[in-house]
Structures are given as C-alpha cells and as structure tokens.
C-alpha cells in the first residue's frame, strides 16, 4: 500500500526558512495532487497548500508547495518563520481508491 | 461561506453502534463530495470515507470497511456515518471536510472542515 513519510518534527528559529518532506513509498507522487494542511493544537486542519503548489486565499506567501519526482517527494516551504507557523502539518493525496495523509511533522517555532 | 457542523459522539462501549451527522450550510452541498476524517488523541490525521456528490460512489479506509457506512440526505444538507461494532481503536475526534473539487473529490483533498465531534469507545 501508497504511504506517504513525513518527519516526526523540524525545528527552526524565527525568520528563518524551513521545509518538510513528504515522500511517497512507491510509484510517482506526481501522478496525484499533494495537499498540505496546517493544524493548530485543539483546532481542526486548515489548507495551506492545494494542488502540488497553489495557495488559498488568505494563505501568506511565505508557504510554497513542490514536486520533486526524483526523490519522489512533495515539499512545504515556509519562510520567514513566525511563532504563529508553529503546528502540526500534514500531506495528504491519492492512490488506488485511497486517500491518505502522512503522518504529520510537529513545526517548533524557537 | 459554507460551515460544517458535526453531531453525534459520545461514549460508547464496545460493540455497540453510533450514527454521526454532519450539518452543512449553504445551498452547495449537494454539488461537492464529503469525506469523513478522524484524529485518535494524540495521533495524526486518518482519512476514513468519502461519498460522491451524487452518493453514486464511495470510498473507504481499509481499517473501516464493512463496519462504516457512509450517506448523505442532500434534502437536509447532511452528511452521516454510521459506524457499527465500536472498537477501542475507534476513540478518535470524527470531522467532516468538503472535498476541493466536485468532479473528482478524490483527486482533491478537502478544502472547509468542521470542528469535529468526539467518541469515546470504553466500556
């Protein structure tokens, strides 16, 4: 079965730049949309990132979404991190009559 | 804007049954696909079911298959999932989300979730 790799938790300072991975197991990730949802703790998720790389509305520019088929991976970029990006943040996509997340990265905002 | 409202949870004992709802406002809810997605405390997101626009096709998570069903009553802009034989490994935070697209819900994700309705399942 598809499943889809996050890391547990990445850490950053503020102003800085951060990426998360999320890497397909098999197959081609670029076959399928890539979502990124954000979470706050005790919240309910909400989109940053649809359709590999677009933004919703509302959505700073600071987060961008990319495919890198050679490593068979999507990524979430933030930059210019701020306190408020601290959260929980999922990719998710699709695959043979599943839809999947992965299974989070904890974002620390130090 | 549409808001989804979820109903339903509780603390029920193994093996018994539980009808969760899902309120929509708004008059576009017959025009999108629904998932439901559930979030066991402390873990991550698991998709569990989606239904098509028209309730012609369904979808489900393999852990949830043959004990969940998914409907919908359009006329009352309402989602449901019927989930029977509770297990333990059912605790979890139920929410419903939009699915992005109203064609291919599955291609998608989802785009306007509700706040979620929890269930505990402890005897």
């Known amino acids: 079965n598809f499943m889809l790799t996050q890391p547990h938790s990445v850490s950053e300072s503020p102003g800085k730049t951060v990426t998360i991975s999320c890497t397909g197991s098999?197959?081609?990730?670029?076959?399928?949309?890539v979502q990124w949802f954000q979470q706050r703790p005790g919240s309910a998720p909400t989109t940053v990132i649809y359709?590999?790389?677009?933004?919703p509305s509302g959505v700073p520019a600071r987060f961008s979404g990319s495919i890198d088929s050679s490593s068979n991976s999507a990524s979430l970029t933030i930059s210019g991190l701020q306190t408020e990006d601290e959260a929980d943040y999922y990719c998710q996509s699709y695959d043979s009559s599943v839809v999947l997340f992965g299974g989070g990265t904890k974002l620390i905002v130090l | 804007q549409v808001q989804l409202v979820e109903s339903g949870g509780g603390v029920v004992q193994p093996g018994k049954s539980l009808r969760l709802s899902c309120a929509a406002s708004g008059s576009t809810f017959s025009s999108y696909g629904m998932h439901w997605v559930r979030q066991a405390p402390g873990k991550g997101l698991e998709w569990v079911a989606l239904?098509?626009?028209?309730?012609?096709?369904?979808l489900y998570a393999d852990s949830v298959k043959g004990r969940f069903t998914i409907s919908r009553d359009d006329s009352k802009n309402t989602l449901y999932l019927q989930i029977n034989s509770l297990r333990v490994e059912d605790t979890a935070v139920y929410y419903c989300?939009?699915?992005?697209?109203?064609?291919?819900?599955?291609?998608?994700?989802?785009?306007?979730w509700g706040q979620g309705t929890t269930v505990t399942v402890s005897s």
């Open positions: 239904i098509w626009h028209d309730g012609g096709n369904k």
């Open positions: 989300a939009r699915g992005a697209n109203w064609n291919h819900p599955e291609y998608y994700g989802m785009d306007v």
């Open positions: 359709e590999d790389d677009q933004r």
């Open positions: 098999s197959g081609n990730i670029a076959s399928n949309y």
